[in-house]
């Protein structure tokens, strides 16, 4: 099986903008979509990206569409967020997760493997 491990999160102040990268291990990457999600204090886990194992085709929820990017190297087990224009709404703890469907699959029961986190904090 596979396993995640996240990095990158920070304190930023507002529109300024930070990258987080997700490491796999453990199994053949390139048969897993992959996707990154975000929980506020109070609040639901929500799908902020994802990418898929076959094509590489991406997804956006609205409040992320066009300040987001995702990207994955399948050669280095990799898969980065590019985050732009940050907002003190975008501060969570960001996870990556995986799994072995193909997608896009944007609710969190649809992964079964989870990193631990970062925390990204967004404020002036």
């Known amino acids: 099986q596979i396993q995640v491990v996240e990095s990158g999160g920070d304190w930023v102040q507002p529109g300024g903008s930070l990258k987080l990268s997700c490491v796999a291990s453990?199994?053949?990457?390139?048969?897993?979509?992959i996707g990154w999600f975000r929980q506020a204090p109070g609040k639901e886990r929500e799908g902020v990206s994802c990418?898929?194992?076959?094509?590489?085709?991406?997804y956006y929820p609205d409040s992320v569409k066009g300040r987001f990017t995702i990207s994955r190297d399948n050669a280095k087990n990799t898969v980065l967020l590019q985050m732009e224009s940050l907002q003190p709404a975008d501060t969570a703890v960001y996870y990556c997760?995986?799994?072995?469907?193909?997608?896009?699959?944007?609710?969190?029961?649809?992964?079964?493997?989870w990193g631990q986190g970062t925390q990204v904090t967004v404020s002036s």
């Open positions: 990418i898929s194992v076959t094509d590489a085709s991406t």
């Open positions: 997760a995986a799994t072995g469907d193909t997608g896009p699959l944007t609710a969190p029961s649809d992964y079964g493997y």
């Open positions: 453990g199994d053949n990457f390139e048969w897993y979509t």
